[in-house]
């Protein structure tokens, strides 16, 4: 069964310290959209039609040169929201968002979510607070682009989607949008995890869910000299 708007919303920690009077005219406003897997959300240049909030499946955000060559700048999955960039500032999107598996998202469209910036404050500031995490994530990806070889780029990314409580990284299904990410063939990504495997830093459990062994060397590889 599909979540509600309710569930998304509620489940997304960017409206965790939203007010109760500024989520339920986020309730009021929002809309379940779903996606199959493929399916083109937006593309780099069109309108925004407002800010997406992802329930279920994986969403990445990606720019095409002229050449039709694609770079990968993020992938988006439960809890996290993308569009809220262009929706803030009211300019076409800046990149394109495709669903990489079946995909339900809350959409809070462009005019009334900017009507509710205009007059809450509170909300004002949670949208100031997420620019500067994608400001934050275009400097990380610089730097791993520019400063970080193969091994430091998977390193930093599998401690970045460890979790706290038990250091499980479950990784998507197509592992090659997450090589896009990094710059690198899905041949080379794959040789990484090997090699991470060998020198017992970490441990595959199934084909997509793996287990940080040993944090230190992670966090070696990934440290900028």
Not at 93 to 110: F, Y
Not at 132 to 141: E, F, N, T
Not at 195 to 215: D, P, T, Y
């Amino acid at each position: 069964m599909s979540p509600s708007a309710v569930e998304i919303l509620e489940n997304c920690p960017f409206f965790a310290d939203v007010n109760e009077t500024a989520f339920r005219r986020l309730f009021a406003i929002s809309r379940v959209v779903k996606f199959r897997s493929g399916q083109t959300i937006f593309r780099q240049n069109e309108l925004c039609p407002g800010m997406y909030v992802v329930g279920t499946g994986l969403v990445r955000i990606f720019k095409r040169t002229p050449q039709g060559r694609e770079r990968v700048l993020h992938l988006v999955g439960p809890g996290e929201t993308f569009a809220e960039v262009a929706a803030i500032g009211n300019f076409p999107c800046p990149a394109c968002a495709e669903a990489v598996s079946p995909t339900t998202c809350v959409l809070l469209p462009l005019e009334p979510l900017q009507k509710l910036i205009a007059e809450d404050h509170e909300l004002c500031r949670q949208l100031l607070l997420s620019l500067c995490l994608w400001v934050r994530r275009l400097v990380d990806l610089v730097e791993d682009l520019t400063l970080r070889d193969a091994a430091g780029r998977v390193a930093r990314l599998l401690l970045e989607k460890s979790h706290r409580d038990h250091q499980k990284v479950r990784l998507p299904t197509l592992k090659r949008h997450l090589a896009a990410q990094l710059d690198l063939t899905s041949e080379t990504f794959s040789r990484v995890l090997r090699r991470l495997e060998l020198v017992g830093a970490i441990k595959h459990l199934s084909r997509n869910e793996l287990e940080i062994i040993n944090m230190k060397k992670l966090e070696e590889l990934a440290q900028l000299e």
